[in-house]
Nanobody, 124 residues
Framework: QVQLVESGGGLVQAGGSLRLSCAAS????????MGWFRQAPGKEREFVAR????????YSPDSVKGRFTISRDNAKNTVYLQMNSLKPEDTAVYYC?????????????????WGQGTQVTVSS
């Protein structure tokens, strides 16, 4: 079993930055990829970013491209989400997830393990 624990959320003003972390523990950890998703109140969970664990290749939607950067530290079993130029519409609970195999990178069904989420609130 793999446990994922997010941290780094909080309250920030529009235009500010936050760095989320997601630490993995449990059995030997070597996922195919790690991802970040978010869910705002009353909305569906949406894809934010993904990184291939072995190669570091990343994917992200246009809504965050150029503002959010996903990275990983293989030695620490940790994935990060650097969020810059934050907007009020970025307010959501952010979840990290681990995918064991190759699949549609933006689909929640592609991920096998999920963290409990961390709240990010951006004030205007």
């Amino acid at each position: 079993q793999v446990q994922l624990v997010e941290s780094g959320g909080g309250l920030v003003q529009a235009g500010g930055s936050l760095r989320l972390s997601c630490a993995a523990s449990g059995r030997p950890f070597s996922p195919y990829a790690m991802g970040w998703f978010r869910q705002a109140p009353g909305k569906e969970r949406e894809f934010v970013a993904r990184i291939r664990w072995s190669t570091g290749i990343t994917y992200s939607p246009d809504s965050v491209k150029g503002r959010f950067t996903i990275s990983r530290d293989n030695a620490k079993n940790t994935v990060y989400l650097q969020m810059n130029s934050l907007k009020p519409e970025d307010t959501a609970v952010y979840y990290c997830a681990a995918a064991g195999t190759a699949s549609i990178y933006y689909s929640q069904q592609a991920y096998d393990y999920w963290g409990q989420g961390t709240q990010v609130t951006v004030s205007s």
